[in-house]
């Protein structure tokens, strides 16, 4: 007889944003005449770069021509991209990465989950919590977190590290030592990260106990301060220890065009097996490569052109979480994140919890955020707003919710 995989059966609940989108959509049903402002999930809104532009029209000519046709991409991607990012996202920083250690995709959100498919059923995770809740909803699905507690809201195979305001958002080093640790820096939902020495003691960590790093960067091009490194690689002996996951959705804005790419360097080994080999095989087998057009526009990331663009784009969304973070200030809340990263992490109101804020905020400035308890336990008593809108919007929502 037919059964279904049970593990998605374990899954608590609904995923977090379809539940917001649906609260919202019934809510506007109700209130027709009102008029939202989404700083709820982490979508950009500027249009693409010129430069970026520019390129996919170039590589949809050459798509139209037989001799410059493009079928099936390369398993690891087409080298020009992986030599661009290699030169400038690490061997800029000092990084001993090659281009052959770079695997591209379609977005870091596929590979942040998929990744789990290296490790054994029996692997104990550790996650930061509040948590990007695909690390655990991911490991969820392949049978490895055994038993939800719906009172604690956490499972029991899964070793929670808890950020909060008393410990400055910064992950410890569990008393259960895990196989497997993910570390999202800068931080989703927090926006907080920590300093590149503080990032140095989990490499050791790591490495001294045999355990796998996996380092979502999906915000690095957000850092504004020195002190905190833009690659897990900038730290020594991260090589033996840490797969990388970089995305080009928020940095350049391909959240509708989907391109990221994933660094499992050769020195990675467990059991004197090479994970650099199984993350080949496995992408080569399940995966056919990001198009050829999307890995041209990629490639202008990294021009100089495409450079100041996107240096201008990250700049306008840094000056609305400045507006957001003085604005809220201000009005009295206690706020966190908003400096290298456009994630506004906040403290709710008069005892809220953090779905209770969610509707006041909806329902008297119609402003539209994430309430912190969908990011796991200790996101319970705060909430998360993007700086991902439009400028004019994010003004207005601040007076909006100042005049709450």
Known sequence: MFQVNDN???????????TIAKKVSAYQQENPDKNLIRLGIGDVTQPLAPAIIKALHAA???MGAAETFHGYAPDLGYEFLRS????????????????DEIFVSDGAKCDSSNIQE??????????CDPVYPVYVDSNVMAGRTGVYDAKTEMWSNVIYMPCTMENGFVPEFPKETPDVIYLCLPNNPTGT?????????????????????????AYEAYISEDDVAHSIYECEGAKTCAIEIRSFSKNAGFTGVRLGFTVVPKDLKR??????????????????????????????????EGKAQLKEQVAYYMKNASVIKSGLQEAGYTVF????????????????????????????????GTPGSGFGPSGEGYFRLTAFGSYENTVAALERIKKM
């Open 60 to 62: 949809v000519d050459e």
């Open 84 to 99: 661009a990012i290699a030169k400038n996202d690490y061997e800029s920083r000092g990084c001993d990465i090659s281009a």
């Open 337 to 368: 994140g908003g400096v290298n990263a456009p994630y506004i992490w906040l403290k709710t109101p008069d005892q809220m919890n953090s779905w209770e804020f969610f509707d006041y905020l909806l329902a008297n400035a119609n402003v539209v």
């Open 8 to 18: 998605f059966q374990k899954l608590p609940g609904s995923y977090l944003f379809s």
């Open 118 to 127: 290296l490790f054994s059923a029996d692997c104990k995770i550790a996650v």
């Open 271 to 304: 059991q004197d097996v090479s994970l650099h080999g199984m993350w080949a095989r496995r992408h080569g087998t399940k995966f056919n490569g990001a198009p050829y057009i999307i890995q041209r526009a990629g490639e202008a990331v990294y021009s100089e």
């Open 193 to 217: 990260t920590i300093t590149k020495s503080q990032l140095q003691e989990w490499v050791d960590y790591a490495n001294k106990n045999g355990a796998i790093i996996i380092y979502d960067a």
